[in-house]
């Protein structure tokens, strides 16, 4: 023990001899990864060497599928990250600079004087201003890209997936098990140009939101249907991308004004229209080739009676019962590009 501090060599302990002075002692392996479980590694069809016992092979086993999960978390830790509840990453886009200005994402003008005079008459009314920023906010979520090094998005992709598959575990952030959870491929990213954070955001609250989470898992369930199947997320997206329009050209503002609130009213709105989406592709056996004009309807009824839908996701959520919906033979896509159809707020 010579070079301690505080220590010295008894008089009594023998001298070392030159050749032990070049002995080198090898170092303990620390546990963990490329530690003691690691030196209990098998080469592939070598017997079991003497004295490891099938419980510490099945430690070593257990120790690098968990190495494997979480490999691929994204973020600086090795560990997987820590569930995000909705209200502290709304926080968090709060605080941070987003990539575009809160200011320029406003909702487009409409032009000419005759547009301003019809607008005047007939037009919805206008998102009070008190209410400018959270819209204002809204859209810039919808224009902040997914971003590896930032470890709230990391949190929030991992709340969904563990939400969604019922896992206590995390994921890798690339993966084919996206593709599981209704993404196009193995970035969840490259799916949300259209909606940035905002998409991840209101499937975030939809499956954390006690009210919601049992519709959310039971339109999970019916997207893995053996026929009628479609890509959850992507549905999900495309939900999103509607409601962002109908924020766009204020069709929400009189709910929004009612209720003093935007991303709330959002919210509901994409878990109302989800709700639509489910029970029409239920009674018409959708299929994926017919996606398209399921979105289509959705959208009309989403820009023309946004108060309806919310009306059918209240009485949905609050008796737990399916709300009433019109039979196959009164819905015609065709009637989508019918110019006469009169959107809320209109005389």
């Known amino acids: 023990m010579s070079g301690a501090a505080g220590w010295e060599r008894p008089e009594e302990w023998p001298q070392e ?10 170092p303990i ?19 079991p060497a003497p004295g490891i016992s099938e419980e510490q092979r099945q430690a070593q086993e257990e120790w690098e599928a968990l190495e494997e999960i979480q490999s691929g978390l994204g973020g600086t830790s090795g560990a997987a990250p820590p569930p995000i ?3 502290e990453a709304l926080q968090h886009f709060q605080s941070a600079e987003l990539p575009c200005s809160r200011g320029s994402a406003r909702a487009p003008a409409r032009r000419g004087i005759l547009a301003a005079l019809l607008r005047c008459l007939r037009g919805p009314p206008r998102l009070r ?9 809204a859209l810039a979520m919808a224009q902040c890209a997914l971003d590896d090094s930032e470890r709230v998005h990391m949190r929030i ?7 969604l598959t019922r896992s206590r575990l995390g994921c890798p952030r690339y993966g084919a098990h996206w593709e599981e959870l209704g993404f196009q491929g193995a970035d969840p990213g490259t799916d949300l140009r259209g909606t940035g954070m905002l998409g991840l955001m209101q499937i975030l609250f939809f499956v954390l939101d006690s009210r919601t989470l049992p519709l959310a898992r039971e339109i999970f369930q019916l997207s893995q249907h053996e026929t009628q199947n479609f890509p959850f997320c992507i549905m999900s997206v495309n939900i999103t991308r509607i409601v962002i329009q109908a924020l766009q050209e204020e069709r929400l503002s009189r709910e929004c004004n009612r209720r003093q609130q935007v991303i709330a009213v959002l919210n509901d709105l994409y878990a109302a229209a989800f709700l639509r989406l489910s029970r029409l592709w239920e009674q018409q056996h959708g299929t994926v080739a017919n996606a398209g004009f399921f979105l289509k309807e959705l959208e009309l009824s989403t820009k023309k009676k946004p108060r309806q839908l919310l009306k059918s996701l209240e009485a949905y959520l609050s008796r737990g019962l399916r709300p009433p919906s019109p039979p196959s033979s ?6 989508i590009c019918d110019p006469g159809v009169e959107l809320e707020g209109d005389a």
């Open 17 to 26: 001899r030159p050749e032990e002075q070049q002995r080198v002692v090898p």
């Open 29 to 47: 392996p620390a546990l963990g990864q490329g530690g003691v479980l690691q030196e209990l590694v098998l080469a592939d069809g070598q017997p």
């Open 85 to 87: 509840s909705f209200s």
């Open 129 to 137: 201003p008190q209410l400018r920023g959270e819209q204002e906010l």
């Open 157 to 163: 992709l991992q709340t969904i997936y563990r939400q």
């Open 330 to 335: 009164q819905i015609h896509f065709s009637s």
